[in-house]
């Protein structure tokens, strides 16, 4: 079974700063898709970023930005000029490219403070 | 329409109660979610319904019960629950074909239930 781990239950970062939040994955499956999700206070998941993993070139939104190492397993989420609003959780999460394969495994979550 | 609509937000009930979540959406998705998310924890996966059929269920006690009665619509219903079922219940929606597929989960904002 496909795991994802977080290994930073906590981040901060000053505001207009930079900061990479870190993701690590195990699966024995050549192609499936890369999330990060984020949880602010007001509970709602929201979609940040997608990868998929038979994309060499990294995604980006915006301020938002991956680095995707497919050989090493690791997903790692930057988040440039960071603003008061990035607060939140924020979920790293696998899914199999198996059709009828409609599980999505998510990570522990890293908290990320922004401060002004 | 982009949105999933869970209600009611909040709910409490005791242990002998029957009461049901519900879950909506228009964007013509034909895969529906529903995730248990303890305090500080990432979602678990619960039931997975496709094109309104089961699909996954990840053993999950006979006290939850879901229902699908149409594509845009999902039902938890709730009995016998017991203190530790408090938690946040999240719906989610997706495609399920298509190059879309890549099934970016589209969550609603969660109902909040409290298990006196």
């Known amino acids: 079974a496909q795991t994802v781990t977080q290994s930073q239950p906590e981040m901060s970062v000053q505001e207009a700063e930079t900061v990479t939040l870190s993701c690590t994955y195990d699966t024995s499956e050549s192609d499936y898709y890369l999330f990060w999700y984020k949880q602010p206070p007001s509970r709602q998941m929201i979609l940040v970023i997608r990868?998929?993993?038979?994309?060499?070139q990294n995604a980006t939104e915006n301020r938002f930005s991956v680095n995707f190492q497919k050989a090493a397993k690791s997903f790692s989420l930057k988040i440039s000029d960071s603003q008061l609003g990035d607060a939140a959780m924020y979920f790293c999460?696998?899914?199999?490219?198996?059709?009828?394969?409609?599980?999505?495994?998510f990570g522990a979550g890293t908290r990320l403070t922004v401060k002004p | 329409d982009t949105e999933v609509t869970q209600t009611p937000k909040h709910l409490v009930m005791g242990m002998t109660n029957k009461k049901s979540l519900k879950c909506e959406q228009h964007?013509?998705?034909?895969?529906m979610y529903w995730y248990k998310q303890k305090a500080k924890k990432p979602p678990e996966l619960m039931f997975v319904y496709s094109y309104e059929k089961l699909s996954i269920n990840e053993s999950v006690p006979s006290r939850f019960s879901p229902e699908c009665p149409n594509s845009s619509l999902l039902n938890l219903h709730l009995h016998a629950l017991q203190p530790e079922d408090s938690a946040l219940y999240l719906c989610?929606?997706?495609?399920?074909?298509?190059?879309?597929?890549?099934?970016?989960?589209?969550f609603g904002a969660g109902s909040r239930l409290t298990v006196l």
């Open positions: 989610a929606s997706s495609q399920t074909f298509g190059p879309l597929r890549a099934n970016v989960l589209t």
């Open positions: 964007m013509g998705h034909r895969a």
């Open positions: 990868q998929e993993a038979y994309k060499q």
């Open positions: 999460a696998y899914r199999s490219w198996e059709v009828g394969n409609n599980d999505m495994r």
